[in-house]
């Protein structure tokens, strides 16, 4: 069984989940694993964190524009072991999360129901951490779709995705090779979570989302909790002066086929238009039957006619 034992505060004016422990030790360059002539962002998340559900447009933005010149490496950071040990920041039980993501929604634009820890709540976020390095053993590509199905399930589906049948169904949804991502599950993918915890508390790793900058196995920047893009922008040009912005179509049909579901303030940031001009658009191509809209209490989503 893996433990760890952080002490765990969520700020939304800082837009962080932090825990409360200092680095055991320095990390080796050959941890660092960076990728040759690419930034590599070591990016530490967690399949529960509402900061990091937040900072999705962001990423997804940066992915289009930077996508030649950054390699993002996802990192499981154990943000709930379990609640005999998460009490802190006003946070000590499952109803206080509910309470805490229903206030955090409009802050980020971003739609949350909070009802999955009155009605089911998860006990700790390590299992959906597994199964998500399990996905990445398989296919780092598949594992980022497995990341984003089991957020969507918790975040707006209400559903506890500690359960089996919902970590295997986002294996299935993702593409992956369901016999094998449960053999990983059981077995390697704990080993490498374990590396990504150790990895953490020697990278001095507070809390989510953390994002570190490392070019030639040397940090070189950090990125800490949500932020806008021009902050993510700002680090890749000063590290890497001659990366390359590329264009994509800001056409919804072409954004919409590289991101299948998009909430309203991704498809905002994407487009490069108002919240409220992408919800017109939005709306306008749900009546159009060109996409189908899925309605939360607190925002929407929106899905390719396709997907």
């Known amino acids: ?131 998500f390095k399990a996905a990445q053993l398989q296919d780092k590509k598949k594992a980022v779709d497995y990341m984003r199905i089991t957020r969507e399930m918790i975040f ?43 990895l953490a508390r020697q990278l001095g790793v507070r809390g989510f989302p953390t994002l570190i900058f490392t070019k030639d196995e040397e940090i070189l920047d950090i990125l800490y909790g949500f932020k806008p893009y021009a902050d993510f922008e700002r680090r890749i040009t000063k590290i890497s002066p001659n990366a390359k912005k590329q264009k994509y179509s800001t056409e919804p049909d072409q954004l919409f086929a590289v991101y299948p579901t998009l909430t309203t303030q991704e498809f905002a940031v994407l487009s490069n238009i108002s919240f409220e001009k992408a919800f017109e658009t939005l709306v306008k191509l749900d009546a159009e039957d060109t996409i189908s809209r899925k309605k939360y209490k607190n925002g929407d989503l929106w899905v390719s006619g396709t997907n």
């Open 1 to 131: 069984m893996i433990t760890n034992n952080p002490l765990l505060r969520c700020d939304p004016e800082k837009g962080v989940c932090e825990i409360l422990e200092t680095p055991d030790s320095e990390a080796s360059a050959e941890q660092l694993q960076s990728t040759k002539d690419k930034i590599t962002i070591i990016y530490y998340t967690d399949p529960i964190c509402s900061s990091c559900w937040g900072i999705e447009a962001q990423l997804r933005k940066m992915k289009l524009e930077y996508g030649n010149a950054v390699e993002l490496d996802y990192r499981m950071g154990g943000l709930l072991p379990s609640w005999d040990i998460y009490n802190s920041g006003g946070i000590s039980k499952p109803g206080d999360v509910a309470h805490h993501w229903e206030e955090v929604s409009p802050y980020y634009r971003m739609p949350i129901e909070g009802g999955v820890w009155l009605k089911d709540p998860l006990n700790s976020s390590y299992p959906p951490s597994i199964a």
């Open 156 to 198: 707006l589906d209400q559903l506890n995705i500690t359960k089996t049948e919902h970590l295997e169904k986002a294996a299935e949804l993702a593409g992956l090779d369901v016999a094998q991502w449960k053999e990983d599950y059981e077995s390697k993918a704990q080993i490498e979570f374990k590396k990504d915890l150790d």
